[in-house]
């Protein structure tokens, strides 16, 4: 028998995905005369590598609008979709604690189509980012609270060592822990998007155990 939520769950997918396939860092490095960000650094189209070019301006700007891909199409989700009824509706899960804003199927699955769309832009042959603004930027749209644990583990580990790659992974570690301690909803989704970030960093744990990864303002 097939899934009445099917509808709605693939058009909330594609909500996200074209908003998340975006890749503004390669736009705005065109866009002012800094080069193709595929020939630069890692080759990786999100703000580190930006920041290689030298223009802290576009670094920051790219910065922004991959958390802003991120966090607007899951909060428009909700809204998007019930202008389309007969796509069918996608329930509620309701945290425990009334303190936390109920998570909407429509936010969590335009979330991960964001992310996918990040990481697998069908405009550049499905290579894209690593994910780590955007993965910010669904976290803000979903529960800023974890948001917010992220980047202050983020910018704690990025002082201590050094490592944008490590910061990352061990921010992103965090998040599942946090949903699982407050027994938030919607943990499944937070495990995939933070194996992804990890799979997506596999070269940088690897260069890290060899202990070759540049640090932060290093050259690469």
């Known amino acids: 028998m097939e899934n009445p939520a099917l509808p709605a769950i693939a058009a909330a997918l594609l909500w996200g995905y074209l908003w998340g396939a975006i890749p503004f860092g390669l736009i705005l490095a065109r866009a002012f005369s800094a080069g193709d960000l595929r020939a ?6 999100g703000a580190t590598n930006v920041l290689r070019t030298g223009r802290k301006g576009l670094a920051a700007a ?39 804003r109920a998570v909407d199927q429509p936010m969590l699955m335009a979330g991960l189509g964001a992310f996918l769309g990040h990481l697998y832009p069908v405009w550049l042959r499905f290579r894209g980012g690593k994910g780590v603004a955007t993965y910010i930027g669904v976290l803000l749209g979903l529960h800023w609270p974890a948001a917010l644990v992220f980047c202050a ?23 599942p822990v946090y949903y699982l301690v407050y027994g938030l909803g919607g943990i499944g989704f937070i495990a995939v998007i933070s194996l992804l970030i990890y799979w997506k960093h596999r070269g940088n744990i690897s260069r890290l155990l060899n202990g070759e990864e540049t640090k932060i303002g290093g050259k690469s």
């Open 62 to 100: 790219t910065l922004l609008l991959d958390l802003a891909k991120g966090m607007i199409p899951v909060l428009l989700a909700p809204g998007v979709l019930a202008a389309f009824p007969e796509l069918g509706t996608l329930p509620q899960h309701v945290a425990p604690d009334s303190i936390y």
């Open 153 to 175: 583990l983020w910018l704690a580990t990025a002082l201590t060592t050094r490592y944008s790659s490590l910061s990352a992974l061990v921010a992103t570690l965090s998040v």
């Open 40 to 45: 630069i650094g890692s080759g990786n189209i």
